[in-house]
Structure formats: C-alpha cells, structure tokens
C-alpha cells in the first residue's frame, strides 16, 4: 500500500498600483483572470535525476510539482491544517500555494479527487479560497465558506465509487461546512491516499503552467488518516515527496504518526 502527502505551490496574486484590494476584489478579479484560465491541480511530475541539495534517504523520490508522503487501496482520506499567512518570495504579481487531501495522483494518473484550500499573496495583501476537483476536469471554487489566517480546516475526499465521489471542507474556527457530490468519465484506481502542498497550474485552452509560489511557511496536516476496506490507516510507512524546481529543493517533509509536515525551505 501507498500513501501520499505531497506539497505543490502556487503563484496567483496581482499588485495594484494605486489602492490594496478587498478580498472580494481580488477573488472578482482572480474570477476574472480564470474565466479564459482554469486552476487545475496534475499528476505528480517525477524528477528521474534529480540535483537534490539534501541529502536524507527518507526523501526517496522528487517532483517539480508534489511535496509529501503516499501509500495504497483507498476508500476516503482526511486531514487537519492551519490556514497559513503565505509570503511574497520577491515576485512583482500574485503569488499562491495549495494544501489539499485527495484519491490518486501518484502512481495512478488517470483521475484525482481532490479537495483543499488556495492561499495567495501580492505584497502584503492575502486571499483564500476553498475548492474541489475531480481531475482532469478543472477545479470549481466553494461558494459560502471563508477562510482566515489562524482557521483549522479540515479536508476530506471520500470515494463512492470509481467515478464518483464527496469532497468536504470544515472551517472548524468558524463552524462552516461546504460539501460536494461529483462524477467524472474518467476512473480512480484508489491506489493513492494524499496530502498535499502544490504548486498547481493554470491553463488556457491545452497551454498550462505553474504559478508562481509562495512562500507557504509550514503546513501541518494533523489527525491524518485514510480508510481502506480493512480499516483506518495514517501515513506511518509513505513514500515522501520532495518539489525540485530549477535545481532548487524548495521544501522539507516529514512524517511522525498521523502527523505529516510541508515546510517551504
């Protein structure tokens, strides 16, 4: 069996010359951005020979795109977070990170369902968004949570079956749930369980690339677990996954009990 937590970043946000925007108008304005762009999340992206500047054989594998841990067959995962205050890296735009649970990605490319939460940053100036995925289809935006520097959430993916599923976010700080039935053409294979720090992509048309990434700090992904149709499992035993990008390791995992940590090195 294998189980994932990977970390993967982002950056999304935009400076304004004159006056900082509201949260409503950064994710107007974000909206806008991605009505001729999709927010997808992808596969892992192995790197076959990596220039790790780490040395650590619990690090086994590395990634331009995934940070974190995984094992295999599963039913649902879950996990617990605190909503980081991400920071600029000295870019000009928006920059953005994701945390997220999910079911498949790894070793199974064909689908991913996926749900999790979007942290960005321009300059000083913060915004969040929860959202779900059943990749390859593109991501879709919550509508009636909100999210705060300091908020526990918890994120679950929980398979129906090989084409359908429920993704659900709780502010446990603000008491809000949002939950999502979805289906898809294309087939998990409930081989991976994950939890994830990204740097995910956005896509006009078949162009895609990654955002820019933010400086995320740490997430903790606590209480993590995956069920399996003998029983509750945690991550104890996953591979780990670095993100590698432009011969640079930005991040740091590790996992004790049902506990995995992403830090942005």
């Known amino acids: 069996m294998m189980f ?39 596969p892992v992206d192995r790197i076959t020979s990596p220039t790790s500047e780490i040395s650590n054989a619990s690090y086994v594998e590395f990634s331009s795109n995934w940070a974190g841990a995984v094992l295999a067959t599963y039913k649902s995962v879950t996990g617990t977070f605190t909503v980081p205050t991400p920071k600029t890296t000295g870019g000009s735009g928006e920059e953005c990170a994701t945390a997220w649970v999910g079911i498949d990605g790894d070793t199974c490319e064909t689908a991913i369902l996926q749900t999790g939460v979007d942290f960005c940053v321009t300059g000083t100036s913060v915004s969040y968004d929860g959202w779900y995925e059943f990749y390859p289809a593109a991501s879709f935006d919550f509508s009636g949570i909100s999210f705060s520097a300091g908020d526990s959430v918890t994120v679950t993916a929980t398979v ?106």
């Open 160 to 265: 129906i079956s090989t084409t359908e599923g429920t993704l659900t976010i709780d502010n446990n700080t603000k008491g809000t749930t949002v939950s999502k039935t979805v289906s898809s053409s294309a087939k998990l294979c409930e081989t991976n369980a994950e939890w994830i720090v990204e740097d995910f992509e956005e896509c006009e048309g078949s162009s895609c690339e990654l955002v820019p990434f933010a400086n995320f700090g740490t997430i903790e992904f606590t209480g993590a677990s995956a069920t399996t149709s003998s029983g509750t499992v945690t991550p104890a035993g996953s591979t780990l996954i670095e993100i590698e990008q432009n011969n640079k390791v930005l991040t740091t995992v590790s996992q004790s009990g049902s506990t995995v940590t992403v830090v942005y090195a």
């Open 4 to 42: 994932t937590a990977a970390f993967l970043v982002q950056a999304l946000l935009a400076s304004a010359a004159f006056a900082i925007p509201t949260s409503k108008e950064r994710a107007a304005s974000r909206r806008a951005r991605r009505s001729g762009a999709t927010r997808q999340s992808k």
